[in-house]
Structure formats: C-alpha cells, structure tokens
C-alpha cells in the first residue's frame, strides 16, 4: 500500500477531541429535573462547536442507580433518559453533524438487580449461576449473600456483582450485547469501564493474563464485526502497565499519567513529568490509540482542583488542546465549571445560563447546581470574548483546522527553566510551537530550533500563566555547496 494511503485508512473514522457527557445532567427537554436523549440531541450544535466530532456517553442502559455503572437490561436504554427509539434519534442527529458516539459499557459486573443474578442467588441451579462467582469461605470483595450461607464476587460493592468471563457464556453475551449497540442502535464504538479488573486470578484483581486474552478476543470480534468502530478503555494505572494493552486488544486506553502530569504541570508551575511522559506513549504507540485528558467524571473537576485559578484553568486547555493523542473534554470543564467529591458533586446538571436551574431544566434539577453557575454558564460565556468557554472554541478550530495539531509528532523544544513548557508538534506539511509559562513571572521567551521559524514574530517575554500558539514554518534546506 502507499504510505499515504496507509495513512488515511489508519486515521479515517478515529476521533480528533471526544467529549464526555452524563446525559442525566446534561440537559432536560421534558422538565422532570433530569437530563434526557431528547435534550442531549438539541444540544449537538453546542458540541460540534467546541471542535468535537466524538461523543463518549456515560452508561445509558437502564440501571437502578443515578450514575448506571450497574447495569438491569444491557438491551433497554434507562427509561429516565427515554426509549431505544429516542437513542436511535440521537444517534442519527450525531451522526447528521459528523459526530461518533462512543457509549460506557460495564463488563466487568452488574447491577445486584439483574433479573439473572437474583436467580442466582436463589436458586444454584439456576441457568445464569455460572455467570457470576460464588465461594462458601467468603474474603476480601466477597460478599454474603442474603439468602443462603455463601459469598458471591463484586470487587466494587455488593451491589454490582462481577460477571465470571471464565465461563464462556458470559463472553459469548459480551458478543451480542456489543453486536447489538453497533448494529441495532448505531454506535459507533464502545468506552470500557474498568476494564483492567475483568478476570481475577486469585489474588490477583487487575491486568491478569486471563483479562488480556479477553480483551484480544473482545477487541478483535469488535473490528471484526465493525471495522469502523473505535474501542477505549479505562486502565486507570502507570504507562507501563498501561502499555501491556496493546497492540492487539483494545484500539485505544485513556493516558491517565498524562492527565496527571498535565495537572500537575499547572498547577506546581513546572513542566515537571509532562512531557516525558507524552513522550513514552508517543514512542510505543499512534497518537489515534491513546487519549489525554484534565479530568474525567471519577476526579475534582479542573477548576476545584487548581482552587479557582481561571489562568490555571486557561493553561490547562491550552495544553490539552495541543498535545498529540485523542483528547477528551468531561462536560462542564469548558465552562470551568466547579466540583469535588462526593461522585455526585462531579456530576451535576450543566450550566447553560441563569434561568431556573441554569436553563439545565423547567423543573427542580434531580441535584443541586455548582454555585458558581451565574459565571460559569454557557449563555454568559458565550459572550465574553475572553472567557474559558470562548478559548476552547477557539482552541476546537485551530485542532481541527491544522494537520500538525491534529496528526503531527511532539518535538519537544529545551527551555532551560522549569517553569516553561515548549513543544513543536509538526508534520510533513505544517508546524505550530506552543509555549507555555506555567509560573507567576515573566519569563523569556524560547529560541526557535533552527530549521523553523514563525510566521508571526514571537514574543520576548512571556507574560506570567500565558500560553501561547505561534504557526512556524520550515526554513528552507541551505543550497549545496558548490
Ligand atoms: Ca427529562
């Protein structure tokens, strides 16, 4: 194959920026205070404006619980977001605007409602008994069971129980369910919750062998059946265990020691891990099979995390915005909105001006809003040509607009002060440098490699927590010598 064609088939149908939504906080078309399918599809434009072409939703099978981490029927979508038909909707007005939609699917266990594993318990002959896991000793994430005297497995709480992938049933299941979203629903790929826990082996309860044998078959019936699609999973750990996932598994992982570092980087004021750590993904793997990010709905929203300091929160996206990979916005983050733990606080109804509930709802909101939602809102934002909502629009456009940003390699550019972060991102035919001072003192400015030079003259000093976006272009090779 040419090169060039190789190319275009390796990056054809992967995202550029993906963003996360919690559709029960996202917004309510029909006034009971929870976000619904209905209210997600009008808000599409809003999305495809930040530059997204990706959607990642949050579980939205039905389930008993406000989050849906606990799956009841992995075939209904949660009658409080609407009908299989309403998602269907959804799905062809993303698909109207060119946006992917990515959904949550928990594998790993259920919620302890599933009509199957309530047959389980009460009766050991039941035809599902096998799908989960059962002890007579009990231990650590065993949990007695209510109605004889044994333990079944959740490694999370008693209310979801894992599912056994050791029985083969239980995978042949995983088959169909993921069949079913692809082709009866029209997804365009999957997000895997906790993924890295799938199979223990004994005391063994992550990235175990038998998970990643799993996972090979899994992400290969996948693009066997979808050869469109796009699967990212959670392996919420270190690079070098995240790097046991691939080749040939899942086509993408979250990079949670970039989002780390990221954060960290704005908030010490030192580009600290930073870049070495982007580096090591970019070493082992394309930029299309790994995905920073700032938070994600399990973290202290960006704005709590760096206790209100809106430069901060400006460097944070600027960063996230220009470096290599797939990256991810959790909803709200845009907006610098607020929140901290307990999880529900990380996920409260979006901002979208200063109506009733912030225009979130014509109801009572299921909870209650961040109190900074009169500043951080859509409607307030949208009209303030300086405001964080406003950058990252702006920041959407230049990704989606130039090849370097979307493509291009990291060159990291030497800097001599910690405080300043540099990296070219560049490919055959653009480059654009990003400069950074991460402190609170004017700093001076980086000196240009020497085969690039910028088409707008850089600036001498760099202002205190200002980033800063030049376009280069490549000096011309010097003539032979004659
Ligand atoms: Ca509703």
């Known amino acids: 194959m040419l090169p060039l064609l190789a190319l275009l088939v390796q990056t054809a149908g992967h995202p550029n920026v993906c963003y996360e939504v919690f559709v029960r906080s996202f917004y309510d078309s029909d006034g009971d205070g929870i976000g619904d399918l209905r209210g997600l599809t009008q808000k599409l434009d809003y999305i495809k404006g930040l530059g997204a072409d990706c959607i990642w939703l949050m579980p939205v099978a039905e389930s008993p619980s406000y989050h849906g981490y606990d799956v009841t029927n992995y075939y209904k979508i949660e009658p409080d977001y609407g009908t299989n038909d309403d998602f269907k909707a959804f799905m062809a007005a993303a698909h109207q605007r060119g946006i992917k939609v990515l959904v949550d699917l928990v594998l790993n266990h259920v919620s302890n409602e599933h009509p199957y594993f309530q047959q389980a318990l009460r009766d050991t002959l039941a035809p599902h008994r096998n799908w989960f896991r059962w002890s007579k000793t009990g231990g650590n994430n065993w949990h ?22 050791e029985h083969p049933a239980v995978m042949g299941e995983a088959k169909w369910v993921a069949r079913y979203w692809l082709d009866s629903l029209g997804v365009d790929g999957f997000r895997l919750d906790a993924i890295r826990h799938l199979i223990e082996v004994g005391d063994s309860n992550a990235n175990t062998g038998a998970t990643h044998r799993a996972l090979r078959e899994y992400g290969q019936y996948i693009r066997m059946v979808a050869p469109k699609s796009y699967t990212i999973g959670e392996v919420w750990d270190n690079v070098e265990n995240i790097l046991t996932y691939y080749p040939d598994q899942l086509d993408a992982y979250f990079a949670f020691p970039i989002s780390d570092a990221l954060m960290d980087a704005v908030q010490s004021e030192k580009a600290g891990r930073l870049i070495p750590t982007v580096l090591q993904f970019q070493a082992a793997q394309p930029a299309w099979r790994w995905a920073p990010f700032q938070r994600n709905h399990d973290q202290t929203r960006t704005m709590t995390f760096l206790k209100n300091d809106a430069q901060g929160a400006r460097l944070a996206a600027t960063i996230l915005m220009t470096l290599p990979g797939v990256p991810f916005i959790y909803y709200g983050e845009e907006l610098g909105m607020t929140g901290d733990k307990p999880d529900e606080r990380l996920r409260t109804p979006m901002h979208w001006g200063v109506g009733n509930a912030a225009g979130f709802s014509s109801g009572k909101a299921w909870e209650a809003l961040q109190p900074d939602s009169l500043t951080a809102n859509v409607a307030a934002q949208e009209r303030d040509p300086n405001s ?31 405080a300043v972060l540099a990296y070219i991102r560049a490919d055959s035919a653009r480059a654009v440098l990003v400069v950074a001072n991460l402190g609170k003192t004017a700093a001076p400015n980086v000196t240009l490699p020497a085969e690039y030079r910028s088409r707008t003259p850089l600036a001498r000093t760099l202002a205190p927590r200002r980033a800063y976006i030049y376009e280069l272009t490549k000096r011309p090779p010097p003539p032979p010598p004659r």
Do not use: C, H
Request: cysteine-free.
């Open 144 to 165: 007695k069971s209510p109605v004889r005297d044994e333990y079944y497995y959740g490694l999370f709480w008693s209310g979801m129980p894992d599912l056994n992938f």
């Open 388 to 418: 964080l909502l406003t950058l990252y629009r702006r920041l959407g456009a230049q990704r989606a607009a130039n090849s370097a940003l979307k493509t291009g390699q990291l060159i990291p550019v030497e800097t001599g002060n910690e």
